[in-house]
Nanobody, 115 residues
Framework: QVHVVESGGGLVQPGGSLRLSCVAS????????VGWHRQAPGKQRELVAT???????NYRNSVKGRFTISRDYGKNMVYLQMNSLKPEDTALYYC?????????WGQGTQVTVSS
């Protein structure tokens, strides 16, 4: 069984920074992609950033230049460094791992950007 747990969310003022962390535990191997999605109230879940096998990264346009995704392969961890945060970044952020045709999701961590 695989468990995915996010952490690092919180309340931050506009222009501030947060670093989200995510760890996958259990029997998981051959991970071909990891990443972050987010969902704001009343909106659909959307891709924020992803790393695919080989190390290529992909970001949604609205976070390019502000967010950085990284991965610790040995520890099955994924990070999302978020700088210059805006109120529109407020959402529940979900981490995922893709392995052998399955996607494992965490429960999410809330990020609120407000003055």
């Amino acid at each position: 069984q695989v468990h995915v747990v996010e952490s690092g969310g919180g309340l931050v003022q506009p222009g501030g920074s947060l670093r989200l962390s995510c760890v996958a535990s259990g029997s998981i191997s051959s991970i071909n992609a990891v990443g972050w999605h987010r969902q704001a109230p009343g909106k659909q879940r959307e891709l924020v950033a992803t790393i695919i096998s080989g190390g290529s990264t992909n970001y949604r346009n609205s976070v390019k230049g502000r967010f950085t995704i990284s991965r610790d392969y040995g520890k099955n961890m994924v990070y999302l460094q978020m700088n210059s945060l805006k109120p529109e970044d407020t959402a529940l952020y979900y981490c995922y791992f893709q392995s052998l045709g399955r996607t494992y999701w965490g429960q999410g961590t809330q990020v609120t950007v407000s003055s």
